[in-house]
C-alpha cells in the first residue's frame, strides 16, 4: 500500500505518605479519600510501606489520587507497574514513590491518561471528525478503550497525549486530501481499530507474565473456537488455556444484548492478524510444553465409561419406555 501506516504500539505502556498504607482508624472504614477499590484488589490490609512491599490497587489508586478507572488505564499504559505476589497483582510502594516523585506530579499524569473520543480528538487536533476517524481506520493510531452505546454501536476511545503525538510527528496527513493508498484502502472496507486495539491489550497483559502458559492463553484469548481448535489440537491444551485466558474487557452480567458486539470486537477477523496471533501462539506453545504440559486428568478419570446396558430384571426407565428401548 502507497501510504505510510503508522503500526508501533506502546506495549504495556497531593504527595503520598506510609500513612495511607496503615490499619484504618475507625473499624470498617478505609484511610485516605474515597472507598472504592480497583480492579484486581485482592482486599486486605494494605502492607507495611518499606522496601520491597506492596500494597492492593485501590490503596494504590488513592494514594496517587485516581478513580479506579484512571488508576487501571495507568496500569494498562505502563504509567504505574505492578508485581505478583502471592496476594495477586499490587503495586510496589517503591512503585508509588517513583510515580509521586516524577516532575509535574499529580497534572502531568492525569494529562496522560486523558482519554478522547472521535470529537473531543478531532477538535484536540482542529481536524474534522471525518478525517480523524479516516485516520483511526487506517490505523494510524491506537484505541485504548471502547464501549458500546445504546444503538449497540461501538465508541472508540483514544489517548490524548498519543494523538497529539501523532498530529507532531505527521502534521502532513491533518489537512490536504487524503492520501491515494488510505482513499484506496478505506473504500475496500479496511479498519484497523479493532485490530489496533487487540494489539495493545494483548501486549499490556503479555507484559504482566512470565509464566509460559499464561502468556499463551493471552494470545489465544482473541481466536474464535474454531481458530484455537485447529491451532490447538490437544483438547487438554485447549482448556488449559480457556482456564487461564484472561478477560480483555470488564463485562457486566447483564451485558447480553451488546455481548455479540463486544464478542466481534475482542476476537480477530482478518486473516493476516489471526495467521499472526496463531503463529505467535504456536511458538508461545512450544514455550509452555518445555516448561511443563497442561493438566490431566488422574488415571482413574480416564477409564472408559461403565457400560450402562440395563441388568436382567432391572426396570426400564420411564425414557427407555417412551422410545420403546429394551
Known amino acids: 500500500m502507497a501510504v505510510r501506516m503508522d503500526q508501533e504500539l506502546r506495549e504495556s505502556q497531593g504527595p503520598w505518605s506510609l500513612e495511607w498504607f496503615g490499619e484504618p482508624s475507625v473499624p470498617g472504614q478505609a484511610s485516605g479519600p474515597g472507598q ?162 487487540r494489539g495493545r491489550r494483548t501486549g499490556q497483559l503479555l507484559a504482566q507474565t512470565e509464566d509460559p502458559w499464561e502468556r499463551a492463553a493471552v494470545l489465544a484469548s482473541v481466536l474464535g473456537s474454531v481458530e484455537l481448535a485447529s491451532a490447538v489440537a490437544d483438547s487438554y491444551e485447549r482448556a488449559h488455556l480457556r482456564e487461564l485466558r484472561p478477560a480483555l474487557v470488564r463485562m457486566r452480567p447483564e451485558a447480553g444484548a451488546v455481548r455479540d458486539v463486544i464478542d466481534a470486537v475482542v476476537t480477530a477477523d482478518d486473516p493476516r492478524e489471526i495467521r499472526r496471533y496463531r503463529a505467535a501462539l504456536a511458538s508461545s506453545l512450544g514455550d509452555a510444553r518445555r516448561a511443563r504440559p497442561a493438566p490431566r486428568p488422574d488415571a482413574a478419570a480416564e477409564r472408559p465409561p461403565a457400560d450402562r446396558t440395563r441388568a436382567p430384571g432391572r426396570p426400564r426407565s420411564l425414557w427407555q419406555k417412551l422410545v420403546g428401548g429394551r
Not at 43 to 53: D, R, V
Not at 94 to 118: H, M, N, Y
Not at 148 to 163: C, D, F, G, K, T
Not at 179 to 185: E, I, M, R, T
Open 36 to 197: 472504592a477499590s480497583g480492579p484486581g484488589d485482592p482486599g486486605g490490609p494494605a502492607e507495611p510501606g518499606g522496601p520491597g512491599e506492596s500494597v492492593a490497587f485501590g490503596a494504590a489508586a488513592r494514594a496517587l489520587g485516581l478513580r479506579p478507572r484512571e488508576f487501571e488505564l495507568a496500569v494498562q499504559l505502563g504509567e504505574v507497574r505492578t508485581v505478583t505476589t502471592g496476594l495477586g497483582r499490587r503495586v510496589a510502594c517503591e512503585e508509588l514513590r517513583r510515580v509521586t516523585a516524577a516532575e509535574g506530579f499529580p497534572e502531568a499524569l492525569v494529562v496522560r491518561l486523558r482519554v478522547v473520543g472521535t470529537a473531543e480528538g478531532a477538535e484536540l487536533l482542529g481536524i474534522s471528525q471525518g478525517r480523524l476517524t479516516r485516520l483511526a481506520r487506517g490505523g494510524f493510531f491506537a484505541p485504548v478503550r471502547f464501549y458500546v452505546n445504546r444503538y449497540r454501536a461501538v465508541v472508540w476511545l483514544y489517548p490524548a497525549s498519543e494523538l497529539t503525538e501523532f498530529a507532531i510527528r505527521q502534521p502532513e496527513l491533518l489537512s490536504g486530501r487524503t492520501p491515494p493508498g488510505l482513499s484506496a484502502a478505506l473504500a475496500a472496507g479496511e479498519d484497523w481499530r479493532a485490530a489496533k486495539w
